[in-house]
């Protein structure tokens, strides 16, 4: 059986590291090697190839031979993928460039309603058995923010439910991005705990009005109370999706408190800890939405990496705007994470080319200046730009993995919201 292997002039990426992703294997093998040594093979060849510098992109497959994987089904790479190969490769032409600025208002616009219902049923499923809990909901649900993770959730079962025959979304669909709404705002409330942040969309944050203790069991409430909505939806292959979510979330936060002020970190490692900390969930979004619709497992695959690399290309953005925008516009403190010695994209690779940054970043910059000094050196010696190319990069390999999916108004946002996500950078 042959299998799926995607390259490009600076993306060179082998068969092994994918053939589990793109199996539609659902054993709990396959599950914890496609979170764990398929991705970090995938991480490898990532950092491999953007070590090699900027190029012109194509993605191209391969068709190479491998073993099939244990539970896959029988279908043929061109029916699992719906792309007709040629003979012997075949070439995709993605444009990411938007020919008008992208509003995110207008891509979700088609799912508007279904948002809105979400917006209503946020605070009442948090439930009201403390007051002290509803007021804080209240203050992270009405800080604004795009509802990107759910609206993600209504796209993709509006995409798939058209594959599947149905003629509406499900109860179960609903639910789902009402789940992960809240696992999302559970983790930013622990976040901000970790990273002492004051501020979050230009409010303050939970633990700065309540006190830790209170952000600390918001947070744990909120984990739990959906982690109870899950185990009621009773599909045993989106509960093990969804807690390893949540497993992934700890294990991307000890990644990065083990290496803060590390000058030696590698893109690899990076590309890990950001998967687990922002794109397993924005992953496990688009793959639980299309299991539910009942559609092949060769498309719910494929939406996994659509949103895994969509969250790798929004975690890599948003790492260049704390370089590049106020405190105004990020609505925190600029150059965060570089301060508080989280080594990001443009960080790792300015290392590469200027010494002196080294120096600085390991003296925690306890000198006055020492800060400014290390962001100048980052904008200077171009780890802005090749960080940018990296996301474009892996937000092809998201837009690739919408060729499963019919052309629609559904389809067309999905691919806008990577689009977008570019534009911030513009």
Same mark, same amino acid.
């Given at each position: 059986?042959?299998?799926?292997?995607?390259? !490009?002039?600076?993306?060179?990426?082998?068969?092994?590291?994918?053939?589990?992703?793109? !199996?539609? !294997?659902?054993?709990?093998?396959?599950? &914890?090697?496609? =979170?764990?040594?398929?991705?970090?093979? +995938?991480?490898?060849?990532?950092?491999?190839?953007?070590?090699?510098?900027?190029?012109?992109?194509?993605?191209?497959?391969?068709?190479? %031979?491998?073993?099939?994987?244990?539970?896959?089904?029988?279908?043929?790479?061109?029916?699992?993928?719906? /792309?007709?190969?040629?003979?012997?490769?075949? &070439?995709?032409?993605?444009?990411?460039?938007?020919?008008?600025?992208?509003?995110?208002?207008?891509?979700?616009?088609?799912?508007?309603?279904?948002?809105?219902?979400?917006? %209503?049923?946020?605070?009442?499923?948090?439930?009201?058995?403390?007051?002290?809990?509803?007021?804080?909901?209240?203050?992270?649900?009405?800080?604004?923010?795009?509802?990107?993770?759910?609206?993600?959730?209504?796209?993709?079962?509006?995409?798939?439910?058209?594959?599947?025959?149905? %003629?509406?979304?499900?109860?179960?669909?609903?639910?789902?991005?009402?789940?992960?709404?809240?696992?999302?705002?559970?983790?930013?409330?622990?976040?901000?705990?970790?990273?002492?942040?004051?501020?979050?969309?230009?409010?303050?944050?939970?633990?700065?009005?309540?006190? &830790?203790?209170?952000? /600390?069991?918001?947070?744990?409430?909120?984990?739990?109370?959906?982690? +109870?909505?899950?185990?009621?939806?009773?599909?045993?292959?989106?509960?093990?999706?969804?807690?390893?979510?949540?497993?992934?979330?700890?294990?991307?936060?000890?990644?990065?408190?083990?290496?803060?002020?590390?000058?030696?970190? *590698?893109?690899?490692?990076?590309?890990?800890?950001?998967?687990?900390?922002?794109?397993?969930?924005?992953?496990?979004?688009?793959?639980?939405?299309?299991?539910?619709?009942?559609?092949?497992?060769?498309?719910?695959?494929?939406?996994?990496?659509?949103?895994?690399?969509?969250?790798?290309?929004?975690?890599?953005?948003?790492?260049?705007?704390?370089?590049?925008?106020?405190? *105004?516009?990020?609505?925190?403190?600029?150059?965060?994470?570089?301060?508080?010695?989280?080594? &990001?994209?443009?960080?790792?690779?300015?290392?590469? %080319?200027?010494?002196?940054?080294?120096?600085? =970043?390991?003296?925690?910059?306890? *000198?006055?200046?020492?800060?400014?000094?290390?962001? *100048?050196? =980052?904008?200077?010696?171009?780890?802005?730009?090749?960080?940018?190319?990296?996301?474009?990069?892996?937000?092809?390999?998201?837009?690739?993995?919408?060729?499963?999916?019919?052309?629609?108004?559904?389809?067309?946002?999905?691919?806008? =919201?990577?689009?977008?996500?570019?534009?911030?950078?513009?």
């Amino acid at each position: 059986m042959r299998m799926v292997s995607i390259t !490009c002039r600076n993306f060179n990426i082998s068969g092994a590291g994918l053939d589990l992703v793109a !199996c539609g !294997c659902s054993s709990s093998r396959c599950v &914890t090697s496609h =979170i764990g040594f398929s991705f970090r093979t +995938w991480a490898k060849g990532v950092a491999r190839s953007v070590s090699r510098g900027p190029g012109t992109r194509k993605l191209v497959y391969k068709w190479p %031979k491998i073993a099939r994987c244990r539970g896959l089904s029988a279908q043929t790479p061109e029916a699992m993928h719906n /792309v007709v190969a040629q003979d012997p490769e075949s &070439t995709l032409d993605v444009n990411l460039k938007p020919t008008a600025p992208v509003s995110v208002s207008n891509l979700m616009e088609v799912v508007a309603d279904d948002l809105q219902t979400l917006n %209503k049923n946020l605070q009442s499923i948090v439930g009201a058995e403390n007051p002290v809990l509803v007021s804080a909901a209240e203050q992270i649900f009405g800080a604004g923010g795009k509802r990107l993770r759910p609206a993600l959730v209504f796209l993709v079962s509006r995409a798939t439910t058209e594959i599947a025959g149905l %003629k509406e979304i499900t109860p179960q669909h609903r639910r789902l991005a009402e789940i992960i709404e809240m696992i999302h705002t559970a983790s930013l409330i622990h976040d901000d705990v970790i990273d002492e942040s004051s501020m979050r969309r230009g409010k303050e944050t939970i633990h700065q009005l309540y006190g &830790t203790r209170v952000a /600390v069991l918001a947070g744990d409430f909120m984990f739990a109370q959906s982690s +109870w909505y899950l185990a009621n939806l009773e599909n045993i292959e989106v509960i093990k999706l969804i807690s390893q979510v949540i497993k992934d979330f700890a294990s991307g936060e000890i990644k990065q408190a083990s290496s803060l002020f590390d000058c030696d970190v *590698e893109l690899e490692e990076y590309l890990i800890k950001s998967y687990y900390k922002t794109a397993s969930l924005i992953a496990a979004s688009g793959k639980g939405a299309a299991i539910f619709s009942g559609v092949d497992g060769s498309i719910c695959e494929k939406m996994f990496e659509y949103g895994r690399n969509l969250g790798l290309s929004f975690q890599v953005v948003d790492d260049i705007l704390d370089f590049t925008q106020s405190a *105004e516009q990020l609505g925190k403190p600029a150059a965060t994470d570089l301060a508080k010695g989280n080594l &990001t994209a443009p960080v790792i690779f300015a290392l590469e %080319k200027e010494p002196k940054l080294r120096e600085i =970043i390991e003296s925690e910059f306890v *000198e006055p200046g020492s800060l400014d000094k290390a962001i *100048e050196l =980052i904008n200077k010696c171009g780890g802005i730009e090749r960080a940018r190319s990296l996301a474009e990069e892996i937000a092809e390999l998201a837009i690739q993995s919408l060729q499963c999916l019919p052309m629609s108004e559904f389809r067309s946002s999905l691919e806008g =919201i990577v689009k977008y996500n570019l534009q911030r950078i513009d």
